[in-house]
């Protein structure tokens, strides 16, 4: 039981409780919207309705559907009165029977929301002092929210000011994941004032993923993630336009959901889908804005903004997805919950920054930041000459994404030191004490050592850098060799566990 429809004659709430019944329920939630006395300081008589019915069943039964889809297990009903409402009576019923509360719960709240933005209905409101007024109940909101008291202090900002907000009103920007980094950016995109928001999820919330993924509740366990996401974020500024949409981004419907958007924040945590959305972003022209945590440190990067920052293909040369996910993917991993919190509003900073049409460091940079240490590093980054995107360079297919004909060398395994000759130096990054396979090696503690300095120890002997999963000591290497120094490797994704 899943339907909308339309009344004339006053609604019988007893009745409609019945058709929702069934075994399987464990909660009913209900939504009744009464016709009051009174609306902002004038004395309501009574309400008259009017309702386009083909146009407004149509799109009320599609609301009530993609509350059932977002909610599984929901059954939804709701009925909306038209023509002529006394004080006192119903003017919209929505219940929601589901096997938990939670679900019920936000099935409800979802589908009177959609109510009110999408179903084309209009109230004449008759006073008691005589006279009456049309509304379009599409437009109601809070009156006592206003936009430029939303935004009073962030427009006060020197370097912002209101022309900066107006760019942010009309930009409609793509959350792909709405996990700890999705969460944290998708917020503070939203209460900063972006036109739109689209947040694309597939998941549900899990009991684990609480500590760090802070639109959900102990609640919403085994609700939709990008639904649960909406509402949240829907309540936390009523100015943004915000869809929620429960689903994987995926090559058959990547450039449907990327085409026309102001740019894309990369929140998920598999290689596949940072290639997919990096390539097809490039194709279109908008730019991505791609973070990353593993453990206690993370990464920001800002592609398509500055050709000379080089791309994702660049950072990786010679590595296809399946090598990199096999070692890089960290679904499930360990992680630090504020880290990730922390650089999900780093990434929501360099996604307003660009926006507004302020500088963007990690456009020609990757940033690193780590929160065991409390260290950071922006390395540059450029165009590599032998990339496929970037530099020109022969390509093979693999697996959808590009990669580079012949390997660019930047990676070496432990086992292929001994044979290429030369005494060896590692740059342990980390200052935590490496495995033993590494003790017949000149080890260099470079934890925290300035730029120049590593730069000098490196330029003495062939040097193998090495972190503990690969991110920071590949970015390294490379900044290492684009400054004149070829003999520098990084560590192989494939020796990380």
Same mark, same amino acid.
């Given at each position: 039981?899943?339907?909308?429809?339309?009344?004339?004659?006053?609604?019988?709430? @007893?009745?409609?409780?019945?058709?929702?019944?069934?075994? !399987?329920?464990?909660?009913?939630?209900?939504?009744?919207?009464?016709?009051?006395?009174?609306? *902002?300081?004038?004395?309501?008589? /009574?309400?008259?309705?009017?309702?386009?019915?083909?146009?407004?069943?149509?799109?009320?039964?599609?609301?009530?559907?993609?509350?059932?889809?977002?909610?599984?297990?929901?059954?939804? $009903?709701?009925?909306?009165?038209?023509?002529?409402?006394?004080?006192?009576?119903?003017?919209?019923?929505?219940?929601?029977?589901?096997?938990?509360?939670?679900?019920?719960?936000? =099935?409800?709240?979802?589908?009177?929301?959609?109510?009110?933005?999408?179903? %084309?209905?209009?109230?004449?409101?008759?006073?008691?002092?005589?006279?009456?007024?049309?509304?379009?109940?599409?437009?109601?909101?809070?009156?006592?929210?206003?936009?430029?008291?939303?935004?009073?202090?962030?427009?006060?900002?020197?370097?912002?000011?209101?022309?900066?907000?107006?760019?942010?009103?009309?930009?409609? #920007?793509?959350?792909?994941?709405?996990?700890?980094?999705?969460? @944290?950016?998708?917020?503070?995109?939203?209460?900063?004032?972006?036109?739109?928001?689209?947040?694309?999820?597939?998941?549900?919330?899990?009991?684990?993923?609480?500590?760090?993924? +802070?639109?959900? +509740?102990?609640?919403?366990?085994?609700?939709?993630?990008?639904?649960? @996401?909406?509402?949240?974020? *829907?309540?936390?500024? %009523?100015?943004?336009?915000?869809?929620?949409?429960?689903?994987? $981004?995926?090559?058959?419907?990547?450039? @449907?959901?990327?085409?026309?958007?102001?740019? #894309?924040?990369?929140?998920?945590?598999?290689?596949?889908? *940072?290639?997919?959305?990096?390539?097809?972003?490039?194709?279109?022209?908008?730019?991505?804005?791609?973070?990353?945590?593993?453990?206690?440190?993370?990464?920001?990067?800002?592609?398509?903004?500055?050709?000379?920052?080089?791309?994702?293909?660049?950072?990786?040369?010679? /590595?296809? #997805? !399946?090598?990199?996910? =096999?070692?890089?993917?960290?679904?499930?991993?360990?992680?630090?919950?504020?880290?990730?919190?922390?650089?999900?509003?780093?990434? =929501?900073?360099?996604?307003?920054?660009?926006?507004?049409?302020?500088?963007?460091?990690?456009?020609?940079?990757?940033?690193?930041? +780590?929160?065991?240490?409390?260290?950071?590093?922006?390395?540059?980054?450029?165009?590599?000459?032998?990339?496929?995107?970037?530099?020109?360079?022969?390509?093979?297919?693999?697996?959808? #994404?590009? *990669?580079?004909?012949?390997?660019?060398?930047?990676?070496?395994?432990?086992?292929?030191?001994?044979?290429?000759?030369?005494?060896?130096?590692?740059?342990?990054?980390?200052?935590?004490?490496?495995?033993?396979?590494?003790?017949?090696?000149?080890?260099?503690?470079?934890?925290?050592?300035?730029?120049?300095?590593?730069?000098?120890?490196?330029?003495?002997?062939?040097?193998?850098?090495?972190?503990?999963?690969?991110?920071?000591?590949?970015?390294?290497? /490379?900044?290492?060799?684009?400054?004149?120094?070829?003999?520098?490797?990084?560590?192989?994704?494939?020796?990380?566990?």
């Amino acid at each position: 039981m899943t339907a909308f429809e339309l009344s004339a004659a006053p609604i019988d709430s @007893a009745s409609l409780r019945a058709r929702l019944a069934r075994p !399987g329920a464990g909660a009913l939630t209900v939504f009744e919207g009464w016709v009051r006395n009174e609306h *902002r300081g004038r004395a309501v008589r /009574r309400l008259e309705y009017e309702v386009f019915p083909e146009m407004a069943q149509t799109e009320g039964q599609a609301i009530v559907e993609e509350a059932a889809v977002r909610f599984p297990g929901c059954a939804v $009903l709701c009925v909306h009165r038209s023509g002529v409402a006394e004080v006192g009576e119903l003017a919209v019923w929505i219940g929601a029977a589901a096997g938990h509360r939670a679900a019920a719960f936000a =099935a409800c709240r979802s589908v009177i929301e959609e109510l009110k933005r999408r179903l %084309p209905v209009w109230k004449k409101e008759h006073f008691v002092e005589g006279g009456s007024e049309w509304v379009d109940c599409t437009q109601e909101h809070n009156p006592a929210v206003r936009r430029d008291e939303y935004h009073a202090r962030q427009t006060r900002l020197p370097e912002f000011g209101p022309e900066a907000q107006v760019r942010l009103a009309a930009a409609n #920007v793509l959350v792909v994941g709405a996990g700890g980094l999705g969460c @944290a950016a998708a917020d503070a995109l939203v209460a900063a004032g972006v036109g739109r928001l689209t947040v694309i999820d597939p998941g549900l919330v899990e009991v684990s993923n609480l500590p760090r993924q +802070s639109l959900y +509740s102990a609640e919403d366990v085994g609700l939709a993630k990008a639904a649960t @996401a909406e509402a949240r974020l *829907r309540a936390r500024n %009523p100015f943004v336009a915000i869809e929620g949409v429960v689903g994987a $981004l995926q090559e058959s419907n990547a450039r @449907a959901r990327i085409a026309g958007r102001t740019l #894309v924040l990369d929140c998920t945590d598999q290689f596949a889908v *940072r290639f997919l959305l990096h390539d097809v972003g490039r194709e279109l022209g908008v730019p991505l804005v791609q973070a990353a945590v593993i453990g206690w440190e993370g990464t920001v990067n800002t592609f398509g903004l500055a050709p000379e920052g080089g791309c994702l293909h660049c950072l990786w040369p010679g /590595r296809s #997805v !399946g090598e990199l996910a =096999a070692v890089g993917d960290c679904q499930g991993g360990a992680v630090f919950g504020p880290a990730v919190n922390a650089l999900g509003l780093v990434q =929501a900073t360099e996604a307003i920054r660009l926006i507004a049409g302020l500088s963007v460091a990690s456009a020609t940079q990757t940033l690193f930041v +780590s929160w065991l240490d409390y260290t950071t590093l922006a390395v540059s980054r450029s165009a590599q000459p032998g990339c496929p995107v970037c530099g020109g360079g022969a390509c093979v297919p693999d697996g959808g #994404v590009l *990669r580079p004909a012949d390997r660019a060398g930047l990676f070496l395994a432990t086992a292929e030191l001994e044979g290429c000759g030369g005494e060896w130096q590692v740059l342990n990054l980390e200052g935590a004490p490496l495995s033993a396979e590494f003790a017949r090696h000149a080890v260099v503690d470079a934890a925290g050592m300035p730029w120049a300095e590593l730069r000098a120890v490196a330029s003495r002997r062939p040097t193998l850098v090495v972190c503990a999963h690969g991110v920071r000591s590949a970015a390294v290497a /490379r900044e290492l060799r684009a400054e004149g120094l070829a003999a520098v490797w990084a560590l192989a994704p494939e020796n990380f566990p």
